[in-house]
């Protein structure tokens, strides 16, 4: 079981930048593929961005490509999701969670969901 705690969220003007963090407990944390998500008030939950094991294959949804860039640090057991350029449109929660299914664009393939962090961005 893995356990997600994610940080790093905040409020910041259109065309700036934050850096989100997901820090994980659990031995088992190198061995899932991690996604972010976020929902925006009145919306469904949606993709934003997802990588493998390693890190070394990432794909991401459309609204965010070019500007969002998700790593992660097996060592430290942390998923990260840097964002720059940010638009007033970016503004939700943001979740971190852990593909044990099929379909990566799907929320329901993810399972040991963090909290969630707010982000806000300002025009």
């Known amino acids: 079981q893995v356990q997600l705690v994610e940080s790093g969220g905040g409020l910041v003007q259109a065309g700036g930048s934050l850096r989100l963090s997901c820090a994980a407990s659990?031995?088992?944390?190198?061995?899932?593929?991690m996604g972010w998500f976020r929902q925006a008030p009145g919306k469904e939950r949606e993709f934003v961005a997802v990588?493998?094991?390693?890190?070394?294959?990432?794909f991401y949804a459309d609204s965010v490509k070019g500007r969002f860039t998700i790593s992660r640090d097996n060592a430290k057991n942390t998923v990260a999701l840097q964002m720059n350029n940010l638009k007033p449109e970016d503004t939700a929660v943001y979740y971190c969670a852990a593909l044990v299914g099929d379909n990566w664009r799907l929320s329901d393939s993810y399972d040991y969901w963090g909290q969630g962090t707010q982000v806000t961005v300002s025009s």
């Open positions: 659990g031995r088992t944390f190198s061995s899932y593929p």
């Open positions: 990588l493998n094991e390693s890190g070394g294959s990432t």
